[in-house]
């Protein structure tokens, strides 16, 4: 199982699975493969699985990372931030943009075919947009300059300069809001389907 060494090759393995298994499910089901809404399924499912991607970074990043940065003195700091967070906010930050154009291609999709619970999924949406927002124009800016700040101190270069807290509080607060947002958020995307 040398696979499950490698999250790359894992997630290659998870896809191949999701294959066979719908494939054992159509036969299983009696359904044949033109009978299904293959777009608006690949479309959710892309959605949730960029979603859990994203929010569940979100919740990491709120829940554990922050207490755990803060109790880190300055030369470890130096270490665990251009290890970590370059690649923790890459995925954070791109799942954020798949959720949102996934989401926003299967509202469409689903309402051009006559689907129900529109005004839920609308508020959801909004939501989403507006925290994915606030990653790209807030939350990753200001951890670009830190992580460039820390790397650089890291390397031997100059000391991180003292705005860097200023960074970290901004960047930590637009993350809080958007912890807060997901909240709701999450609600009216689950209900969509169950309110007419």
Known sequence: MKFLEDPYQTLWAGLGLSVVLIVVFLGMAGVGAGEADWLGILFRWVHFLAGIT?????????LINAAFLKSLDGPTKNIVIPKLMPAALNWFRHGATVTVLAGLVL?????????????ALGIGGLLGIIMMANVHAIIWPNQKKIIAAVSQAAAGGPPPPPEMAAWGRTALLASRVNFMLSIPMLFFMGAGSHIK
């Open 54 to 62: 994203w929010i569940g970074l979100l919740y990491f990043f709120n």
């Open 107 to 119: 509202y469409f999709w689903l309402y051009s075919k006559g689907g129900t619970g529109a005004y």
